[in-house]
């Protein structure tokens, strides 16, 4: 059973536009000027200085020239590979904060359901906490402005609750049980962002990670997972790289150094101009340089994830569980212009240790192609089946130990697992998409509010094991979709009903909790987890395995 939280149909705008823009940040330590181009810059430049100058002056609407320029120099890009990129300046604090250890607002995380805000979480220690927001309450006017009902998008509620530290924001809120309107004078703070999601024991000797992103205290995070871990007895670890975009080549380096011991090659970069070459190796003593390592990745996995997968796999650390990876393999190097937007340019490949250059094909001018490229793995197989992956195979390379591997586009993992749509029905998704993946959240946060001190006295641990989701819970669920003008299709209802049971009893977990308990009850049906746990043995005899000559 694929998870809510790894579904392959039901993807959050957001989140797309995050790993998209978050993952080029790969090559953010890298500076320098290139001069080596084809035709006169200055000429250029003097052209489009005459046709701006003509629009301005003579032009018979009035027209937006910073509009206009923005609108050029992204099309300009749309001529290059499908990374070089252009941020308007309007867009560079948003895009910064995903990568960033964190953000300055009220600290809530939210969702939208029937255009309403609904507070889900509200982040422990911070601002709204401190002041009385509960989750379950509907944010219903920021600063006396009505947001209910007015079609609220997420970059909307981004745009009213953040802002600097210090500041105030008027909240009002509906709440369960109170027959007014509450109102709450909130001054935002700093609010941490983390890149682990969680981290926790899977049984007594095996630990699991789920990195997120690699934002600026991803490496940090890590570390700590491992020592808390550790501490917990664990002997082997499974590192969930699934939907993770990317961010910070750094951190993946650091994170690799962290498990590969000895002085091992990790990642090269190769650019057009020298000064852009470079060689990242193992240098300290990991906390974890012993002990099975299993890898899990999919086709969201993209650049600093495929550093981290590339590396592990082909210094033969860890065993590749799950579906070919992205295929993400060029650096951008960010240039802040003059007006506080940014270019980030596209000034070299990485190869993994073997030689492979994980960048997956593509045609100069053709983005919309390249990132419906997934649609077409979808469409060929390539998501079900093992033997529909596109390898090259005239691109064979050695693993340390020998192990052939292959490059063209992306990591392939050492085992295949099948995207699972099992559960997909009439009843999730010919109606409004996403609409009853909405409702499965509401449900549990209205159960979770209403049931609360009940299922803290359960114990984390016993809630995954022993709490099931009861048939009159799924009959009041069915109502609240008939409410929403869901109909009930008793085939299509009972094809799903194990997942449905699943994120229901998950998200019921995580609002009463945390992360782990959402995690704990997710990884307990998600086939890659399941399959990746009958291979530690393997991946221990990889790790006790000696080395080829000559590698």
């Known amino acids: 059973m694929s998870n809510n939280h790894n579904n392959f149909y039901v993807r959050l705008p957001i989140i797309l536009a995050i790993a998209i823009c978050a993952g080029i940040f790969v090559g953010a330590k890298m500076f320098g000027d290139g001069k080596t181009s084809k035709g006169d810059i200055n000429a250029n430049i003097s052209r489009l200085r005459e046709v701006l100058t003509h629009i301005n002056n003579e032009y018979v609407d009035s027209t937006d020239l910073n ?79 009505n947001i209910a009902g007015v079609g609220l998008t997420n970059r909307g509620v981004f745009d009213r609750l953040r802002g600097k530290k210090g500041t105030k924001v008027k909240i009002t809120v509906l709440r369960k049980g109170e027959a007014n309107p509450l109102v709450f004078n909130i001054t935002r703070a700093k609010i941490p962002q983390h890149s682990i999601d969680v981290a926790y024991m899977l049984d007594s000797k095996t630990g699991y990670i789920k990195i997120s992103r690699f934002g600026a205290t991803a490496y940090d995070e890590f570390k700590t997972a491992l020592e808390k871990l550790l501490k917990q007895g664990m002997k082997q670890v499974m590192i969930d790289l699934r939907d993770n975009g990317g961010g910070y080549m750094d951190r993946a380096v650091n994170i690799v150094d962290e498990l590969v011991g000895g002085e091992k090659l990790i990642v090269y970069t190769d650019g057009k101009l020298d000064k852009y070459d470079e060689k990242y190796k193992t240098k300290s003593r990991g906390i974890f340089e012993q002990g099975a390592v299993v890898l899990l990745i999919d086709e969201e996995s993209a650049s600093a994830s495929e550093i981290v997968a590339g590396a592990l796999q082909d210094n033969d650390r860890a065993l ?41 094909p593509y045609v100069m001018g053709h983005r919309e192609e390249y990132y419906a490229e997934e649609e077409k793995r979808y469409s060929n197989g ?170």
């Open 320 to 360: 590749i569980v799950g579906r070919r990876s992205f295929g993400k393999g060029l650096v951008q190097r960010p240039i802040s212009l003059s007006d506080g937007s940014e270019l980030r340019i596209t000034i070299s490949r990485y190869y993994t240790p073997s030689g492979r250059s994980i960048q997956k």
């Open 382 to 551: 390539e998501l079900f089946y093992a033997d529909s992956n596109r390898i090259d195979r005239n691109q064979q390379y050695k693993t340390s130990k020998g192990r052939t591997v292959y490059g063209g586009g992306g990591i392939m993992p050492d085992y295949f697992v099948a995207v699972d749509t099992s559960h997909i029905s009439d009843f999730l998704t010919v109606q409004t998409i996403g609409t009853v993946h909405e409702i499965i959240r509401e449900f549990a946060l209205d159960y979770a509010n209403e049931h609360k001190n009940k299922l803290l006295s359960m114990g984390i641990r016993n809630y995954v094991r022993d709490f099931q989701v009861s048939d009159d819970m799924l009959k009041k669920f069915i109502k609240m979709c008939e409410k929403q003008s869901i109909k009930y299709h008793e085939k299509g209802f009972e094809k799903s009903k194990k997942y449905i049971k699943n994120n229901i009893k998950a998200f019921i977990g995580r609002m009463v909790w945390d992360s782990e308990a959402a995690f704990a009850v997710w990884n307990q049906e998600d086939a890659i987890v399941q399959k990746a746990m009958t291979l530690f043995d393997e991946a221990t005899r990889l790790e006790s395995k000696p080395l080829v000559k000559g590698k």
């Open 67 to 145: 509009a206009l320029t923005d609108h050029a120099i992204q099309q300009m890009l749309q001529k290059l590979d499908p990374h070089t990129s252009y941020i308007p300046a309007k867009d560079m604090e948003y895009l910064g904060t995903q990568l960033d250890g964190d953000f300055e607002g009220i600290g809530v995380s939210f969702q939208i359901f029937h255009d309403t805000l609904h507070i889900e979480t509200v982040i422990g220690g911070g601002p709204s906490e401190q002041a009385g927001l509960r989750s379950g309450d509907k944010i219903i006017k920021v600063n006396d402005e």
